[in-house]
């Protein structure tokens, strides 16, 4: 069976361009189209294997991306330009970054192959992780794909005092629906299935101390 593909892109015609490009791929077949938005309803209104987004924001936008994304267990591919670094994607769960210019072909062997599990990396777009810089004096060299945002580990810090998502919103003094995104966030990032796996997963790591 093809793998079915959820477009996402704030510009309809980047979106129209896309689903043009994959309509003669037998390996994919689209499921749908619409903004970042709108996300969440489109993965409840059909059934998505792997998400294709043109993105126009940064880190922020793909965290919550990938914590709707990871509620139904469907990741995201990212398309960049050429000379875009995706390390900020990246560090948020994107585990798919694909050059904008790359072939139909090509892109729908990515989307196919993300969809099955695996990490894709083009050169362009992955150029931070084949050259990545010395990781910063202090940091103890717990960088990597899998580090959390600075609000991220305070969310993980109240996650292990067996707070609910209504008790950590009002903690930080935000929406439930941003406290529900973050910890969707923290459990794609460590790739925990429940919030009991992600504490044991963080320690292991050294993320937090018990």
Known sequence: MPTLVL???EDALTRGGAAALLSGQSLVELA??????????????????????DPSGGEEEAERLVAAGAARRV?????????ASGGALWRAGVR????????????????????????VLEPGPAE?????????PGDGGRGGPDALTPREREVLSLLTEGLGNK?????LG?????????????????????????????????????
């Open 7 to 9: 477009l996402l892109g």
């Open 32 to 53: 749908g189209q619409g903004t970042l938005d709108e996300a969440p309803a489109l993965l409840a209104g059909a059934p998505a294997d792997v998400i294709c987004w």
């Open 75 to 83: 990741p995201v591919l990212a398309l960049l330009g050429g000379r």
């Open 96 to 119: 798919a970054l694909v050059d904008r210019g790359t072939t139909a072909a090509a892109l729908a062997a990515a989307l196919h192959a993300a969809a099955h599990g695996l990490a």
């Open 128 to 136: 931070a992780f084949l050259h990545p810089a010395p990781p910063a």
């Open 167 to 171: 008790a950590i919103a009002g903690a």
């Open 174 to 210: 935000v929406s439930d629906h941003t406290a529900k995104f973050h910890v969707n966030a923290i459990l794609a990032k460590l790739g925990a299935a429940s919030r009991a796996e992600a504490i044991v997963l963080a320690v292991r790591r050294g993320l937090i101390a018990l």
